[in-house]
């Protein structure tokens, strides 16, 4: 399979066009949201802004002035202050960069199409006073940034998207797990993936999130080759994230790999639709603005 490394430079993830298509559009929370209903700006979360609320652990991405080092002195740790804000909503981008991510047969992988739509999201939630945070994932959680409701938190986001490289093998069930038990406050999740992995391990950490309260989102983002598989001849196909290679012929295996894809999507439709979270399919040939902009009036509608 080709492989490509298309993450984009952070200066091109949204121009004015993007911009001006998302921009009369609103990323609200259909649950409830720490006791509230989204949308109304009233719920408590932690932030920078009002009063002191107590100290976590500092990690990277954190601005050093709200260091509490006096807390430094005494334990030789470094520790965040945190403070009361209101903000509309806590949202969380988990983006997928195992190495499967990289690949691209129309001029874009999937990490970039999800890095795209990660960034046009980022904008969005921010320009309405939401809190939003990013963590990369592969076999473990790579980077987790926590979630800001400051405007120039954007150019931190966007500044991570930019260096990441499709790298690794796939544990998306771990890493959910893991994120689901490390992100405390209930809050808006949208997961960013091919979802290439067990379903079963998958299904169990989405679960998770919703049974601690967060609402979810999924964007099963899938390359057209791997929807389609539109080979012919007879190739050789290697393994993005551990090398391996495989003579194969297409024309006998592409059925039964296109009835697996089928069985693989059915039940991760099914788990969505039982833990009422949206799944959004998402296929890297159709450009990532009408994409999202078609989600969001979905979702309005919903509403």
């Not at 001006?20 to 009233?42: P, T």
């Not at 709200?66 to 430094?72: G, M, N, Q, V």
Request: charged share 25%; with cysteine; hydrophobic share 40%.
């Amino acid at each position: 399979m080709l492989e490509r490394d298309m993450t984009a430079d952070p200066r091109h993830f949204l121009n004015p066009q993007v911009i001006a298509k998302i921009s009369n559009w609103e990323m609200k929370a259909r649950l409830v949201v720490e006791g509230f209903i989204a949308g109304l700006h009233a719920s408590p979360h932690l932030g920078f802004n009002v009063e002191f609320a107590e100290h976590r652990q500092y990690n990277p991405g954190d601005e050093i002035r709200y260091i509490d080092w006096k807390a430094f002195a005494k334990s030789e740790k470094l520790y965040i202050k945190q403070f009361e804000e209101e903000t509309n909503l806590r949202s969380w981008l988990m983006i997928d960069a195992s190495a499967s991510m990289g690949y691209g047969s129309s001029g874009m992988s999937k990490l970039a199409y999800a890095c795209h739509i990660a960034a046009a999201l980022t904008y969005l939630m921010l320009n309405q006073r939401d809190a939003v945070g990013l963590v990369t994932f592969s076999e473990q959680v790579d980077t987790y940034i926590p979630a800001r409701a400051q405007l120039n938190h954007f150019h931190v986001l966007i500044e991570q998207m930019a260096q990441l490289q499709p790298r690794g093998a796939t544990n998306t069930g771990k890493a959910l797990g893991d994120i689901a038990g490390r992100v405390q406050r209930r809050g808006l999740v949208i997961i960013l993936s091919d979802l290439f992995d067990d379903p079963q391990r998958i299904s169990t950490a989405l679960k998770f999130f919703r049974h601690k309260k967060h609402e979810v989102i999924v964007f099963h983002i899938l390359d057209k080759d791997e929807t389609t598989f539109p080979f012919d001849i007879p190739l050789m196909l290697r393994d993005m994230e551990d090398n391996s290679e495989l003579a194969v012929d297409p024309q006998s295996l592409r059925e039964a790999y296109l009835h697996q894809l089928s069985k693989h999507i059915a039940h991760l439709k099914r788990t969505c639709v039982e833990g009422n979270i949206d799944y959004v399919p998402m296929e890297t040939t159709q450009p990532f603005d009408k994409a999202l902009v078609a989600y969001l009036g979905k979702r309005a509608s919903m509403m």
